[in-house]
């Protein structure tokens, strides 16, 4: 089957999921996963419990898979060369065949990797389209700017006659990317909120601009105002880690996870109202992933979307498990630590609250008015019961991921 052909009929197939009940849904997982087992039983980490039901398979977290890729991919290749694909693809993304790329914001030596075939690129594709543009949007010729890290198969095999596409490197001056963007003249633009925000706050002005999206971050809805308040379109928010594309932001406005290729396991986090999920991509054959621990800490949100998708929805992510706060038995989420110092700062003020077992740190920006900066620590003293520390020394968000809320564990 030709790449076009594929990534419409990936696009049929996630069009006609999203019309399905939750009980349709499950059945449709339920044949997925059967048709999974071949490969898992070519995975090293998995073959042990081919066959098995899911619930026989280990939850493994993230970090371990990350130590050996060779460990957990289908195709007999090494861990050595897998990552040596990854760092070829930096440099330039591979248009055919297999392609490997890191994550968004990874670093260090546990760096998330992900590898898919063509037909995996192009089943990406055509979910990501059903999911995040309407019908009409198809009809029409796009120009969509990624500007994210780095480049990579998944996007560039996006460019089509009728859809563009440009990557915008984010180490780019926020001025410098103004720039650029504003003479590709997008439709459709995908970043991280700390860029969106720097732009709004530079003034750029994008008028062609249709479709705007935000990943790699969480957002807060302060931020979500302004920077459509700027540009005159609410970003959504599309749920994509090196796990598998998690979820996206219908027009209704709610986040749905994509229960019609995903099976996301709810792991309760203690003491708080949330959850991790356990990631399982059903539709992931050369890397499958199976019974992963997600970072991201999860809430549910409002049921029943009037989008018509019976996807589970949930609230915008705004932190990881590891940054909640605890304090004895007091826990203090990422979404509560920001609420309460986005009480008083503004989306245009940076700032960090960062904790561990012995206190509260606040650090600001330089451009923070003290009479706000005075103010923040007081409405998280009442929100922990510990009076902060203030810095006045945050340096300007310089990636590769912007983290708000950080518990400094040890």
Not at 65 to 89: F, H, K, T, V
Not at 185 to 213: D, K, M, V, W
Not at 328 to 349: D, K, R, W, Y
Not at 363 to 368: F, M
Request: proline share 7%.
């Amino acid at each position: 089957m030709m790449r076009l052909e594929r990534i419409a009929a990936s696009w049929l197939r996630t069009r006609r999921a999203m019309s399905l009940t939750p009980q349709d849904l499950a059945k449709h997982r339920r044949r997925l996963w059967v048709d999974l087992q071949p490969a898992l039983a070519r995975t090293p980490a998995l073959a042990p419990f081919a066959g098995a039901p899911l619930e026989a398979f280990p939850v493994t977290p993230v970090h371990s898979m990350r130590q050996d890729y060779g460990a957990w991919n289908s195709l007999s290749l090494s861990d050595e060369a897998l990552r040596r694909l990854a760092d070829a693809a930096e440099m330039e993304p591979q248009t055919a065949g297999l392609s490997a790329g890191w994550s968004t914001g990874s670093s260090g030596a546990t760096r998330g990797l992900f590898v898919a075939t063509a037909a995996e690129r192009a089943d990406y594709i055509g979910q990501s389209l059903a999911r995040l543009l309407p019908f009409s949007a198809l009809l029409r010729s796009q120009r969509l700017a990624l500007h994210l890290r780095a480049s990579n198969a998944l996007y560039s095999d996006a460019a089509r006659r009728r859809l563009r596409f440009a990557h915008f490197p984010i180490e780019l001056a926020v001025c410098d990317s103004a720039k650029a963007l504003q003479d590709y003249a997008p439709t459709i633009l995908i970043a991280p909120p700390s860029r969106l925000i720097g732009l709004a706050c530079l003034g750029a002005t994008l008028p062609t601009l249709r479709h705007l999206f935000f990943g790699s971050e969480p957002m807060s809805s302060g931020e979500r105002d302004l920077v459509t308040a700027h540009f005159g379109i609410r970003p959504r928010s599309i749920l994509q880690a090196t796990e598998g594309f998690l979820g996206a932001e219908c027009a209704a406005g709610r986040l749905h996870l994509n229960d019609h290729s995903l099976e996301i396991e709810a792991e309760p986090v203690a003491g708080t109202r949330g959850f991790r999920p356990i990631i399982t991509d059903l539709r992931r054959h050369s890397q499958p992933i199976v019974r992963i621990a997600g970072d991201d800490y999860f809430e549910w949100g409002e049921q029943n979307c009037p989008c018509g998708f019976a996807g589970r929805v949930i609230r915008p992510v705004e932190g990881r498990v590891q940054d909640i706060w605890r304090f004895g038995g007091n826990c203090i989420t990422p979404p509560q630590v920001i609420a309460a110092v986005e009480s008083v700062l503004t989306p245009q003020q940076q700032w960090q609250a960062s904790a561990d077992r012995h206190g509260i740190c606040l650090a600001v920006g330089s451009l923070c008015p003290p009479d706000r900066a005075l103010q923040a620590p007081t409405k998280l003293e009442h929100l922990v019961g510990r009076k902060p520390v203030v810095r006045h020394d945050l340096p300007d968000w310089h990636g590769p991921k912007r983290r708000k809320v950080v518990w400094r564990d040890g």
